[in-house]
Structures are given as structure tokens and as C-alpha cells.
């Protein structure tokens, strides 16, 4: 590619992955249309995806992570302060994000190429990606608020948010996890054409399987 081309070239690219960011808010309003832009699969489209994907992965396994009971009890541990637990509530978050995206996206691409689809592995990590944007979404709506009424008693057993604090914020973090499930029917629905009925077969037995394997990746980790 000489001079010229490359710089003609360049701002299509940009411009590419300026939507691609676009969208990751888009889809919280009209998700149908943004899992349809997934059908590209070419090697240009999904470039200019990467990095809002990788961004999505991390901020939603983060946001899993921080909704999970076992972090209830990180600063019983008085060695832990506040700093350390939030280094090592990202440090969870990122590994956590990275393992379910591809474990998932294995599960999802596995079912749906087992029900007729003929889309690729990758597509369906990215359709997951962007199915996690209420998961990431929780981190600025449900934490800020939930750490201004209680500080580093969320992290602690029997602080100030036990009880029916803990069980608002728990109820709202479980309705952005449901919301990224419907997510995931949506985008499979409309990445495939399929039926309501068969996009929802798909993401039940993608998220039975992917819980399987987490399952089975837990009891590994346990007994090594």
C-alpha cells in the first residue's frame, strides 16, 4: 500500500472505531442494531473493535467480581486496606473477565454452530462483549453510591450494610446481570436471524455450559 492509500485509509479506520466505542452506550438503548453491525466478521471490522471489547471484558469481570458474597469478607483480613483490596478486587476482575470471555464465548459458538450457525468464535466473543456492557455499566451506577453509604464496610462481615442494604444492592446488581443475559438472547437473535425461541436456546445452554465449566475450572484450581 503506498503513501497515498495509507492516508485515505486512516481515517476510515478511526472513524470505524469511534462507532464501535459509540456503540458500546448504543447498545443500552437499541441493542438490535449493534449486535447486527457484528455480522461483518472481516479482519478490518473486527479490529476496530478490539479495543472497546477489551475494555468491556475487563470493566464487566470487575463488576462480577465486586458482586460476588466472597468479597463481602475481603477486609476481615486487618492486613488489607483499602488500597491493596482494590488492587486485588481489578487484579480478580481481569482474570475473571478474560477466563469467562473465552470460556463463554467457546460455550456460546459451540451451541449456536451446534443449532445452525455458521459464524465464528470470535463473533460470538464480541457478541458477549457487548452483551456486558450492564455488567460494566453497574460499576458507575450501583459501586459509587454504594460506597458513599457505606465505605470499606462493604468489604467487611457485619458492617454498616448488612442487612436490607445489602440485599437493595444485591436485588440491583442481580437485575444488570439479568440485563446482560437478555443481552446475549437479543445479540444472538440478531446476529443469526434466528427465532426468539432459538436465540433463547442458544443463551440458556451457552450459560449452563459456561457455568460448567467454571464449576469444573474451580474444582481444578481447588485441588491443585
Do not use: K
Amino acid at each position: 500500500m503506498n503513501a497515498v492509500a495509507r492516508r485515505r485509509a486512516a481515517p476510515q479506520v478511526d472513524q470505524s472505531e469511534r462507532a464501535w466505542w459509540l456503540r458500546t452506550l448504543a447498545v443500552l438503548q437499541s441493542p438490535r442494531p449493534v449486535f447486527a453491525a457484528l455480522r461483518d466478521d472481516s479482519v478490518e471490522a473486527a479490529a476496530a473493535r478490539q479495543e472497546p471489547v477489551l475494555a468491556l471484558v475487563l470493566l464487566a469481570g470487575v463488576g462480577a467480581v465486586l458482586a460476588s458474597p466472597a468479597n463481602g469478607t475481603l477486609m476481615d483480613d486487618f492486613a488489607i486496606d483499602g488500597l491493596t483490596a482494590a488492587i486485588i478486587i481489578f487484579l480478580q476482575g481481569c482474570v475473571y473477565g478474560t477466563v469467562v470471555y473465552w470460556l463463554a464465548g467457546g460455550a456460546l459458538f459451540f451451541v449456536s454452530e451446534y443449532l445452525g450457525s455458521r459464524g465464528s468464535y470470535r463473533r460470538s466473543r464480541h457478541v458477549l462483549a457487548y452483551a456486558s456492557v450492564p455488567l460494566a455499566l453497574s460499576l458507575v451506577v450501583i459501586w459509587p453510591v454504594r460506597l458513599a453509604l457505606y465505605g470499606e464496610d462493604v468489604f467487611r462481615s457485619g458492617g454498616r450494610d448488612a442487612g436490607l442494604g445489602d440485599h437493595v444492592f444485591a436485588g440491583l446488581e442481580l437485575a444488570f446481570v439479568a440485563w446482560s443475559v437478555g443481552l446475549v438472547v437479543v445479540g444472538v437473535r440478531a446476529v443469526h436471524g434466528w427465532s426468539w425461541g432459538r436465540a433463547l436456546a442458544a443463551s440458556t445452554l451457552a450459560v449452563v455450559l459456561t457455568a460448567g465449566l467454571l464449576a469444573l475450572l474451580r474444582v481444578i484450581l481447588r485441588g491443585a
